[in-house]
């Protein structure tokens, strides 16, 4: 397995490769990252001079040097997780989603095309496609919109994205799909939902919530604090991206849930409790920091998964609790303070 991660100095993305590197299956692995305000290769520091690791910063925007790193690289699998992926920043400015999360992805689709169906068309004889080759693209559950107060999303649930972020993602699914059913390329896509855990750049609630704790700053929460997200611990996440990739359906999606639901103000409270418990020199009462401010221009109000299938076929499920991840959680980034400081001291 020649493996190609894109996004892979992002949270998710550093988090798989740290997971896979020494598996036996991979040959090679290539971070293809460009390096925005997200993606650091502080967080690879542990992998960066593994023997089977390469890193090419390149932009998905840049098809022609997308092309070239498919081919020079002899890429047999993909795990494609590179995109913009903040819904506030794409409110702001949706120009970049659109162009990395839909036009790059077309990019690296058509390299994967030429470079593993030279004829154009999969062949059901040649030994060089099925599982030889893999694309596995990683989504969101947000492309399925807002859900009411009971119910799962599965992998048959509608598409409404209410965000251009979103938008931008379920517009990368359907060309994932649609490679896959016109062209026959390999592929499979999974959707989860909200990831936490170590190497989360600070601007989601998680972290920035641990943050400003610190800081003895407002805590900001949107609206009143019930929106509901299902939570799935980041090293759960990778495994089941793994056993996806090597032993998913061609052509099907799997919804990947931490089983967890929980609201905003119930997720802040309970960070807000442990980091008294952690470091009780900041004095306590932590949760007189939170401010409740106007809520998100289309924020959905709900997202929970039914991880149904992952299991049935693939046996995934995760091995964290949420109470067991949220420690975890909060523990490292109270003791990894210094990488806080230089992820978030760049321009």
Same mark, same amino acid.
């Given at each position: 397995m020649n493996l190609l991660v894109t996004g892979g100095a992002g949270f998710i993305g550093?988090?798989?490769?740290r997971h896979i590197i020494e598996r036996p299956e991979v040959d090679m692995l290539v971070n293809l990252d460009c390096l925005t305000y997200a993606g650091h290769l502080e967080s690879l520091d542990e992998v960066a001079r593994h023997r089977k690791y390469g890193f090419a910063k390149v932009d998905l925007r840049d098809g022609s040097v997308v092309h070239q790193i498919v081919h020079d690289c002899r890429i047999t699998h993909v795990a494609h997780l590179a995109a913009e992926s903040h819904v506030d920043r794409s409110i702001d400015g949706p120009a970049d989603f659109i162009h990395t999360n839909i036009l790059g992805t077309f990019h690296l689709l058509e390299a994967c095309r030429s470079a593993w169906l030279p004829a154009g068309q999969y062949d059901s004889s040649s030994p060089s496609t099925g599982l030889s080759h893999r694309f596995h693209h990683v989504s969101t559950d947000e !492309?399925?919109?807002? $859900?009411?107060?009971?119910?799962y999303f599965t992998e048959t649930s509608p598409y409404a994205p209410n965000s251009p972020y979103s938008a931008s993602k379920a517009s990368s699914d359907m060309l994932v799909r649609a490679y896959h059913h016109t062209y026959g390329l390999p592929a499979v896509i999974t959707n989860c939902s909200n990831n936490y855990g170590p190497y989360q750049f600070p601007e989601k609630l998680i972290p920035k919530t641990i943050l400003r704790i610190l800081d003895r700053h407002a805590i900001p929460v949107y609206g009143n604090g019930m929106n509901v997200r299902d939570? $799935?611990? !980041?090293?759960?996440? !990778?495994?089941?991206l793994w056993q996806v990739l090597i032993r998913g359906r061609d052509g099907e999606t799997y919804n990947i849930g931490g089983g967890t639901e929980c609201t905003n103000i119930e997720l802040v409270g309970m960070i807000c409790d442990l980091v008294d418990e952690f470091m009780p020199a900041l004095g306590g009462n932590s949760r007189s920091l939170i401010s409740f401010v106007g809520d998100r221009p289309g924020h959905d109000f709900r997202y929970a998964i039914d991880a149904s299938r992952i299991r049935g076929e693939l046996g995934w499920s995760p091995a964290h609790t949420f109470a067991r991840g949220i420690q975890r959680t909060v523990r490292w980034y109270l003791e990894h303070q210094e990488w806080i400081r230089a992820v978030t001291s760049k321009p």
């Open positions: 550093s988090n798989l490769i !492309v399925y919109g807002s $859900l009411g107060p009971c119910g939570w $799935l611990y !980041v090293g759960d996440h !990778v495994d089941a």
